[in-house]
């Protein structure tokens, strides 16, 4: 049930079939395949993490105490906001997914439960203002899994490269 890497992400053979979804726990598919560009809580991509084991995914950031890869959506189409993307003004990098205080997550404690770090603000978790697009559940309802081709097979999940297409929810 439980594998041991020490070498970065990037680096991870793929004969290993490690599989890495965002989704509500009882959920048989994932709302979002995460990738090495995929955005972690800490405000840091994946590949700047480390995958130690599938419950140890340290970022190695310097100043960055992130412990844990958790993914928060980084394009607005991800929470079912296409049409900021039509707006002339609108500017993808500067796009953050956002706390019912106002505050990104990047303005969040990256351990914890995310307290907010704004000066004067009294939050004292991360709840998004957004929904999945997925799945249109808030984000703190859904969890980062990493898992081997026989954890997603005893879990009676989707596995193989060739059913990966398969893997949002049937429509
Ligand atoms: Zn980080
Ligand atoms: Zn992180
Ligand atoms: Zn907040
Ligand atoms: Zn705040
Ligand atoms: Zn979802």
Not at 6 to 21: K, N, R
Not at 38 to 43: A, E
Not at 56 to 62: E, I, L
Not at 133 to 153: G, I, Y
């Amino acid at each position: 049930t439980f594998f041991l890497l020490t070498f970065p992400y990037y680096s991870i053979p793929p004969h290993l079939g490690l599989y890495i979804g965002w989704r509500c726990p009882h959920y048989l598919w994932d709302c979002f395949r995460i990738g090495n560009e995929s955005k972690c809580f800490c405000g840091h991509l994946l590949r700047e993490h480390q995958v130690i084991s599938d419950i140890s995914v340290p970022c190695h950031v310097s100043q960055c105490r992130c412990l844990m890869f958790c993914f928060i959506p980084s394009r607005p189409e991800e929470v079912g906001e296409f049409w900021l993307k039509r707006r002339a003004t609108f500017d993808p990098k500067a796009w953050r997914a956002q706390c019912r205080c106002k505050h990104s997550h990047e303005d969040h404690a990256a351990t914890g439960s995310h307290p907010c770090k704004h000066h004067g603000c009294c939050c004292n978790c991360f709840e998004s203002n957004f929904l999945c697009a997925a799945c249109d559940r808030c984000w703190e309802e859904h969890e980062t899994f990493f898992e081997t081709r026989e954890t997603r097979r005893r879990g009676g999940r989707p596995q193989g490269t060739d059913t990966v297409n398969n893997w949002r929810r049937p429509l």
